[in-house]
């Protein structure tokens, strides 16, 4: 059975609840909102299914405010998805002014622990990690 339609984009009945990310620095689970994005919530929830993200760095950590990846150039001027160009970030703390302006599809349901480690580490002047952290791989979590 295929999940994809013609154009690659899955079905909108596929709807896996959550998407686990293994890291360099441990595992973290994410609860996917279909119910609020869900566009957004199925190009996560495929890239990660098609391997996507496996091997590719954070790019950039702001200590107190997000984690950014998604993209495979670790330059923050890359990354696909299957709509378009795309990347994602995980927020360290409340961030009240980017409502309305990013999608919020999701929640760190286990693994708080490693995003608050990733959070963290020690960056240059430009927000990259001194040393790599990278997405080792990432998929839908089986249920």
């Not at 896996?16 to 595992?27: D, I, Q, W």
């Not at 609020?36 to 199925?42: G, N, V």
């Not at 954070?58 to 890359?78: A, C, E, S, Y």
């Not at 961030?95 to 990013?102: E, M, N, S, V, Y």
């Amino acid at each position: 059975m295929s999940i994809s339609t013609g154009s690659g984009i899955p079905p909108k009945t596929w709807q896996p609840p959550n998407v686990t990310v293994e890291t360099s620095m441990g595992t973290l689970v994410i609860e996917l909102y279909w119910k609020h994005a869900p566009s957004t919530c199925r190009n996560f929830a495929e890239l990660a299914r098609r391997g996507y993200y496996n091997g590719v760095k954070f790019h950039r950590v702001i200590k107190d405010f997000m984690i950014q990846g998604g993209d495979p150039t670790g330059t923050g001027r890359g990354g696909a998805s299957i709509y378009g160009k795309d990347q994602f970030f995980i927020t360290l703390g409340p961030t009240q002014w980017l409502d309305g302006k990013h999608a919020i599809f999701g929640r760190i349901s286990n693994g708080m622990t490693c995003v608050q480690r990733i959070g963290l580490v020690e960056t240059d002047n430009g927000d990259k990690p001194v040393d790599d952290v990278k997405i080792i791989k990432a998929y839908i979590t089986p249920t």
